[in-house]
């Protein structure tokens, strides 16, 4: 297991943090969720991140997109220092969070409505913009679907139409909270496919937060292991299996070797 380098030689950083904590709450009675983290992700690098429970993995996403602002330390993504929430940014959610008064096009057609540099364009045409949305269902198996509400779909359905979502304005960087972590396993493996064939097509930056390691191993280029909190970053991991993978590559003693290494960092932390 190779240990951590906040800032590796050759990076190109297109996301970085150097020296950030967060703290809930005001002055010392607050909760540190964060203590000094630095890292650096790569333009069009798949990150996963994983850790103990409690551990500042959402608030790490928190940072980077522009939701929440550091306590200490900056956060640049793109050359700019993080000041707002970045128009940038897509993002899915463990719960789908779909509108349910929309129909799952136009759910998907969402951030176009509000997202600054397609609005005007959109409004003025909007055949191609529909036209990609159907295309990105397509894509994620949803064809014939666009017209359904999100209480006619399942729950694997209803994270397929949130990921094209996120991703219909082909978005520089995607942030993912655990958008897996509801469903079922079978379920969850086929998600697994589908968002690497969006990966691949699109190439956005992309930072996964999971507790699923075995996950983290399929989907990403790199996987990161926070500590217990307050969270730091303790190890970066280069995953060195070939794209596209399968899910018999899984059970192969090299990717099983590489998932019992990280469960054994996390066990530690959890240690203490």
């Keep these: 297991m190779a240990s951590f380098d906040p800032t590796p030689a ?4 297109f ?26 992700i790569e333009k069009g690098e798949f990150v996963a991140v994983v850790g103990p429970s409690g ?9 980077i997109s522009g939701l929440h602002p550091a306590t200490s330390g900056s956060v640049v993504v793109a050359g700019n220092r993080v000041t707002r929430p970045l128009p940038i940014c897509g993002m899915a959610f463990q719960a789908a969070t779909l509108l349910p008064w929309r129909t799952t096009l136009d759910n998907v057609l969402l951030p176009l409505e509000i997202v600054a540099r397609h609005a005007s364009a959109y409004r003025r ?28 779909l399942s729950g694997g359905m209803q994270q397929r139409t949130s990921l094209c979502r996120a991703l219909i304005h082909e978005p520089d960087l995607l942030l993912l909270d ?8 079978f379920t969850r493996e086929e998600l ?30 790199t996987v990161f292991v926070m500590s ?30 590489m998932e019992h290494a990280l ?10």
């Design 10 to 13: 050759g990076a190109a950083s």
């Design 15 to 40: 996301v970085a943090l150097d020296k950030v904590s967060l703290r809930y709450g005001k002055g010392d009675a607050g909760t540190l969720a964060l203590a000094e983290t630095s890292v650096t």
């Design 55 to 63: 551990c500042g993995k959402s608030t790490l996403l928190k940072l």
């Design 125 to 152: 045409d909007p055949a191609p913009y529909i036209a990609k949305a159907k295309q990105l269902l397509a894509t994620v198996g949803l064809s014939g679907f666009e017209e359904k509400y999100p209480w006619q």
């Design 178 to 185: 655990e958008p897996f972590g509801a469903l079922d396993a």
């Design 192 to 221: 697994w496919d589908v968002l690497q064939q969006l990966f691949l097509v699109q190439r956005p930056t992309v930072v996964l937060i999971t507790h699923d390691l075995r996950e983290s191993i399929y989907l990403a280029d």
């Design 228 to 257: 217990a909190r307050p969270g730091r970053m303790i190890s970066r991991t280069k995953v060195p299996f070939a794209r596209p993978r399968t899910l018999e590559d899984t059970f192969k003693p090299d990717f099983v070797e």
């Design 263 to 272: 469960r054994n960092q996390i066990a530690q932390q959890r240690r203490g």
